[in-house]
């Protein structure tokens, strides 16, 4: 069964300065979607990124990149110039199935200080 | 387009009581899925649905029903509420794309069962 783990529970940062949250998983398949999403206090569910695996080349998005390493099944998210709003839950999921249901970690909250 | 919604925000149910959590969305999604989020955990999957009148069971399904007679809806219902019931359930659509599933989440809905 496949499995998503993080495990950072807390991560902080200071305003304008670079955060990485680690992601492993464990799966059998070879090619999947791993993705990033941001869970702020109104609890809305916030797609950051996306990563298909077939792709060597790490998906980037504004300041949100990733650093994929398929064979170590790692799938950590890199946050630049970080800002206030960037504080928040953030989760690891990978994609399972032929129906696109999702698999979550447990999430990282990070804070972003002043 | 309103995109997925959910009703009610809050609830407080007492133990053995039964209620329905409305789903529903606007994009012509056929893929729906129920997830519930207790602390400290990332979502887990209930119930999906692949199109009207297909429902399958996802990781967590026990205590939970569901039916799909549209493509709109998608209710949850909880035949008898259980002080482990209590969590924050959220709602999701999504369409297949270039490969992978794009997923559309609800606002999501804060159950309470005393």
């Known amino acids: 069964a496949q499995t998503v783990t993080q495990s950072q529970p807390e991560m902080s940062v200071q305003e304008a300065e670079t955060v990485t949250l680690s992601c492993t998983y464990d799966?059998?398949?070879?090619?999947?979607?791993l993705f990033w999403y941001k869970q702020p206090p109104s609890r809305q569910m916030i797609l950051v990124i996306r990563?298909?695996?077939?792709?060597?080349q790490n998906a980037t998005e504004n300041r949100f990149s990733v650093n994929f390493q398929k064979a170590a099944k790692s799938f950590s998210l890199k946050i630049s110039d970080s800002q206030l709003g960037d504080a928040a839950m953030y989760f690891c999921?990978?994609?399972?199935?032929?129906?696109?249901?999702?698999?979550f970690g447990k999430g990282t909250k990070l804070s972003v200080k002043p | 387009n309103a995109g997925v919604t959910q009703t009610p925000k809050f609830q407080v149910l007492k133990t053995g009581q039964s209620m329905t959590l409305q789903c529903a969305q606007d994009?012509?999604?056929?893929?729906m899925s129920w997830y519930r989020q207790d602390p400290g955990m990332g979502l887990r999957l209930i119930h999906y649905?692949?199109?009207?009148?297909?429902?399958d069971q996802g990781e967590v399904p026990n205590g939970y029903n569901v039916s799909r007679s549209t493509t709109e809806d998608f209710p949850l219902r909880l035949l008898s509420a259980a002080p482990s019931q209590t969590s924050v359930y959220f709602c999701?659509?999504?369409?297949?794309?270039?490969?992978?599933?794009?997923?559309?989440f609800g606002p999501g809905t804060r159950l309470t069962v005393t």
């Open positions: 999701a659509s999504s369409y297949y794309r270039v490969g992978l599933y794009e997923q559309y």
């Open positions: 799966t059998s398949e070879s090619d999947y979607y």
């Open positions: 990563q298909e695996a077939y792709k060597q």
């Open positions: 999921a990978y994609e399972w199935g032929s129906q696109g249901n999702l698999i």
């Open positions: 994009m012509n999604h056929e893929y």
């Open positions: 649905s692949v199109g009207a009148g297909i429902t």
